[in-house]
Each structure stands twice: as C-alpha cells, then as structure tokens.
C-alpha cells in the first residue's frame, strides 16, 4: 500500500499526537467517500503552530491571523456552478503520483477548538483533515448549496472512521 499522506512536522507536538498516523485515515475516508481510489494521489500535511500558519494565512490569504487549517490545492477542480460537482483529478501511478495539494494544522489553534467543542483532539483533527482533503478536490463551503454538498461528504467520510457528525 503506497503513502497517500506526505506528513511534514514543523512543531514537536504533532509528532508527540502522531499525525501521519491521524492524516493517512482521514484522508482515505475523503478520497473512498468521493470514490476515488487513494493509490495513485499524494498530499502534503504539515503540522505547524499558530505563529507559523499565521504567516502562512498572511502570505496567502491577507489575514495575518492564526486560523485551524489551511490548504492549497494543486489544481482549480471548483464546479462552474454551485451545489455542482468538482471535476475530480484521475490517479496518477505509483512513480508519479497526481499530486493533490498541501495542508498546514495549527497545533494551538486545533487543541483549543476541541477542548472548546468538547471533542478529542484526534476526532477534530480528523474532521479538518477530511475537510481540507475536500477543498483540495474542488469542494467548498461560500455558497449554501456548496456547503450542503461539502459537509454531507464529510460527514459520510468520518462515519467510515467512526467520528461524529461535526456539525
């Protein structure tokens, strides 16, 4: 079984968590939900903290603030029209993944949502992760309609890792 999840720390306690032990499930469930076969994709997740996804919000999107997660895309999959489906990427092989995208997780910021919404720090993680996963394939959450499509396809794809509903 090839790696789908490319996991990068920049902060020691994402590696105390085990992130590429919480990232590599969540973002099978994302990609199974969507059927798309995880072989052949490759992501990016980088464990950071909140200085540097505040730099990284700054760079990015002009908000010099720290924020939960964060992701990057390798491609513009959005549908043309909202509530639409994302032109889904095909997988590439095993010596040349399609390269999805990147994700960055605020260590702070993600540990004081969970406690805050009384979840575990490993379901919330989850959650952001499938979430992310998500954005990189083209969903999104600014209209009603593509916030609808995008949370139902969250939700299925934690229940496969037995998480709650988030929302």
């Known amino acids: 079984m090839e790696l789908l999840v490319d996991t990068v720390i920049e902060d020691a306690r994402w590696e105390g968590f085990n992130l590429s032990a919480v990232a590599e499930p969540a973002a099978r469930a994302a990609l199974a939900e969507l059927g798309l076969a995880p072989d052949g994709f490759l992501i990016c997740v980088m464990g950071c903290d909140d200085a540097r996804i505040a730099e990284l919000n700054a760079d990015f999107r002009g908000k010099p603030v720290p924020t939960n997660v964060l992701s990057w895309p390798s491609d513009e ?3 043309d029209e909202p ?61 009603d309609e593509d916030a609808a499509v995008m949370e139902a396809l969250e939700v299925r794809a934690l229940a496969r890792l037995g998480v709650a509903d988030p929302y």
């Open 77 to 79: 999959r959005g549908p």
């Open 83 to 143: 509530g639409g489906i994302p032109d889904l990427p095909a997988p590439g092989d095993a010596d040349d993944p399609e390269e999805l995208g990147d994700i960055a997780l605020a260590w702070e910021t993600c540990a004081a949502e969970a406690l805050a919404q009384n979840k575990t720090h490993h379901d919330h993680v989850t959650h952001l992760v499938v979430h992310a996963v998500m954005h990189l394939l083209g969903y999104d959450h600014i209209t």
